[in-house]
């Protein structure tokens, strides 16, 4: 079967792979950040949130590409979607290893396998989807690796389980608003409805916002400005020029990461299983990108999902 490129828009950017490379990092660090700070999960996205959204909005009318009313309109869904995602998560991430929440994330890939093709039309490749699906099994390693360990909590896994759904939904609907606006302006916007979403909740949920100390507001600032704000401007450019498949298989690196990550600076427990389901994870996922061809898609058709309101 002959399968039809598209030289501008079927050939996946090798720019876009990049970022999406270089966003997987940066996340990766800032969820030890997260953790490593001295106050509640929904406190720490809270503050992230509204330190990102300032710094966001500001480098969007730097660039040229402030934030407007279609932007607001057209980055509702994602950024709700965004901001439900990073209330769990966080809260996730403070009640269980930093292991068992990122890997229970990184099972994304099922669920964007499932939503690729029914509305966008992508059609990966069937050794692709052998490869990410070994790949979450290496994550499943993971994370049966870490049960019983000191940290973990099956009340933190369920809320990352939830955050892996909001997470998925993130996708989607960034990938259904690419085109309308820019990457940047994209961006502003859906900080701007996650803020919205956390900062309620965290008053609802009774969380001490108060004032952090000194040490604790530098650490906060580090957190929106490299992972948060630039982290999803990179990552929002990558989706906007990757399959939706293969944007999610890359937060397949971020579990691998951020465990390492977590051990040498959290002192968080780590087995020898762990390691093992890092390297079929990471190994699965070189095998993915690296080769030439999964760098294409077939042509895509057009978008069966409504832009959002």
């Known amino acids: 079967m002959t399968e039809a490129l598209d030289s501008g828009s079927g050939q996946v950017e090798r720019a876009g792979l990049v970022a999406g490379v270089l966003a997987m990092v940066m996340w990766s660090t800032g969820i030890v950040m997260a953790k490593g700070i001295e106050l509640p999960g ?19 009318r730097w660039r040229g590409t402030p934030l407007t009313w279609l932007g607001v309109r057209v980055a509702f869904w994602g950024g709700t979607m965004l901001g439900l995602d990073l209330a769990f998560f966080y809260v996730a991430v403070k009640e269980t290893t930093v292991a068992n929440v990122t890997v229970i994330a990184a099972c994304q890939p099922l669920l964007a396998l499932v939503i690729g093709p029914i509305f966008f039309d992508e059609r990966p490749r069937r050794r692709d989807v052998a490869l990410a699906f070994i790949a979450v099994t290496g994550v499943a390693v993971v994370v049966f690796g870490s049960s019983g360990l000191p940290e973990w909590s099956v009340r933190g896994d369920i809320f990352g389980v939830f955050a892996l759904v909001f997470f998925t939904l993130y996708f989607a609907s960034s990938k259904a608003a690419s085109g309308k606006v820019s990457s940047t302006e994209y961006t502003a916007g859906s900080a701007f409805w996650a803020t919205v979403v956390v900062v309620p909740v965290a008053l609802v949920a009774q969380v001490d916002l108060g004032p952090p100390g000194a040490s604790t507001w530098a650490a906060l600032v580090a957190l929106a400005l490299v992972p948060g704000m630039l982290g999803h401007l990179l990552m929002n450019f990558s989706i906007s020029k990757v399959p939706l498949w ?40 070189m095998a993915v990108i690296a080769r030439p061809g999964s760098l294409k898609v077939l042509r895509p058709g057009p978008s069966r999902v409504s832009p959002p309101h």
């Open 246 to 285: 293969l944007s999610s298989t890359l937060t397949l690196f971020v579990p691998a990461i951020a465990t390492l990550l977590a051990y040498v600076f959290l002192d968080e427990s780590v087995g020898a299983t762990q390691f093992l389901g890092m390297g079929i994870v990471i190994g699965s996922l």
């Open 42 to 60: 929904l406190a720490v996205v809270s503050y992230r949130m509204i330190l990102y959204v300032g710094g966001v909005i500001v480098w969007a």
